[in-house]
Nanobody, 123 residues
């Protein structure tokens, strides 16, 4: 049974940083590419970043490129999202998910999801 658990969210001032973690269990972690999505209140879930199975490839939404860094530690079955220079518009619930397709920004391409972690950026 695939289980994904996000952590690391919280309240931060604009310009600050947060590091999200996604701990995976119940499957071979390197079997899938991994991604982060976010959903702001009243909006659809939106792609943030994706990382390939071995961590060599990354893919970002334009709105976070150069501010966010996705990484994974396959030995720890954990994926990360380092978020710097945070803006109020980054406020959302952040979800991690698995995918068999690399460079996919469509939620439909992801098949297992965590429960999400809230990130709130104050101005």
């Amino acid at each position: 049974q695939v289980q994904l658990v996000e952590s690391g969210g919280g309240l931060v001032q604009a310009g600050g940083s947060l590091r999200l973690s996604c701990a995976a269990s119940g499957w071979a972690f390197t079997s899938y590419h991994m991604g982060w999505f976010r959903q702001a209140r009243g909006k659809e879930r939106a792609f943030v970043a994706q990382i390939s199975q071995n961590g060599a490839g990354t893919y970002y939404a334009g709105s976070v490129k150069d501010r966010f860094t996705i990484s994974r530690d396959n030995a720890k079955n954990t994926m990360y999202l380092q978020m710097n220079s945070l803006k109020p518009e980054d406020t959302a619930v952040y979800y991690c998910a698995t995918s068999s397709i690399f460079t996919s920004d469509s939620a439909a391409s992801y098949h297992d999801w965590g429960q999400g972690t809230q990130v709130t950026v104050s101005s």
